[in-house]
């Protein structure tokens, strides 16, 4: 019996002995309808595993065989930096507390208690500590809509420091903090255009710095992630006049948005890179998609029918040192370099046929696409 094979058996006995919820049921399903179609191979493969988020369950997959397996009842999963384990948040003791789990579905642990708030958006500052977001509906709590840490320890802690707060940003939809291998904080917000219209933004802050906003970028993105080297981020974007939101790579200070999935009519959310920074995950709020990070080899690895793949994230193999390069850099420059050259084809084709509106309009693209190069 190989290693997946026991963990899904200690999956199954879990539910067996009344452990699981109507969730891990129906997770217990979808995980046939998953393994069906997996290819066979060592697991987990060379890179790594991919946590996601199924019908109020976390599941793991291995993006290359694409073995799958549920491990906990919760949502909101991310990997440690070492890639030992993968937090996330349930709602199973009355409140929404933070829990850590082995990526193989052992030794799970409790890591907040505090009856007050609940907890929300959790990620790794370092092995040992998590940021989160804390809510209070009452708002008595001091914690009450913050971004603060927590220490993992061996018993559930409510010590929480808080890290940045709503006062400096003048609203309290803060959500999804990451930090960068360099300490760079990024999070969104939503922010008051007007009356009773809001956007939503990226921001970035270094250490305790005020948060600034990259306006060329991120205005309606609702999460973000950083390359493993901390020179990209990425993150959903929507397209303006068209009915999708498609993935986009940018440097923190924006310039230089490339889109890597260009997918008409798809929404698409929560976008994390791969640990070496060449493929990217994502959801489309029903199944998970991987892409490299030059919009080359889009791959759909779940197929969840209709229930919900979501919040994906992708660790690393445990003792697995990678080198903190930029290959998005190159490859980026590289599928840029394509378009260019297929725009200019396109602009001597409309100026042969003599049709200004569209000669005016590839040279604006081509403009822009040289300027995102510049950029890059």
Not at 155 to 169: D, F, K, L
Not at 255 to 276: H, I, L
Request: with cysteine; hydrophobic share 35%.
């Amino acid at each position: 019996m190989n290693r997946l094979d026991s963990c899904k058996l200690e999956a199954f006995a879990r539910m067996i002995s009344g452990v699981a919820t109507r969730g891990w049921l129906m997770s217990a399903f979808v995980s046939l309808m998953f393994v069906a179609s997996a290819r066979a191979g060592t697991w987990p493969g060379a890179n790594g595993l991919i946590t996601f988020e199924l019908n109020g369950n976390i599941w793991v997959i291995d993006p290359d065989t694409l073995d799958s397996l549920p491990i906990a009842v919760g949502g909101d999963p991310a990997f440690s930096p070492d890639g030992n384990w993968i937090v996330f948040t349930s709602e199973r003791m009355g409140e929404w507390d933070l829990y850590i789990i082995r990526p193989d579905g052992a030794d799970e642990k409790q890591v907040t208690s505090n009856t007050s708030v609940d907890e929300y958006f959790p990620s790794w500052v370092d092995n040992d500590t998590i940021i989160f977001k804390s809510r209070d509906d009452s708002h008595s709590d001091p914690t009450d809509r913050q971004f603060v840490t927590v220490d993992v320890g061996e018993t559930p802690s409510s010590n929480y420091t808080i890290v940045r707060g709503p006062q400096e940003m003048g609203d309290n939809s803060l959500a999804f903090p990451e930090i960068s291998s360099f300490g760079t904080l990024t999070f969104t917000e939503n922010y008051l255009l007007q009356e009773f219209s809001y956007k939503t933004g990226i921001w970035t802050a270094n250490g305790g710095g005020t948060p600034k906003m990259a306006s060329t970028f991120g205005e309606t993105a609702n999460s973000s992630g950083w390359s493993p080297n901390g020179q990209k981020i990425v993150y959903p974007e929507a397209i303006p006049g068209e009915f999708n939101i498609d993935v986009f790579i940018n440097n923190p200070n924006g310039g230089a948005p490339f889109n890597v999935t260009n997918s008409p009519s798809r929404y698409e959310f929560a976008p994390r890179f791969s640990p070496d920074g060449k493929k990217i995950v994502f959801s489309d709020q029903e199944d998970l998609y991987i892409i490299d990070t030059d919009g080359e080899n889009e791959q759909k690895i779940v197929n969840a029918s209709g229930f919900g793949a979501n919040n994906p994230d992708w660790g690393i193999i445990p003792g697995t040192e990678y080198t903190p390069t930029d290959p998005a850099a190159a490859a980026i420059r590289a599928a840029i370099n394509r378009k260019i050259k297929k725009l200019v084809r396109a602009l001597k084709k409309a100026k042969r046929a003599k049709k200004k509106p569209k000669i005016k309009r590839f040279r604006k693209r081509i403009r822009k696409a040289k300027q995102t190069l510049r950029n890059v």
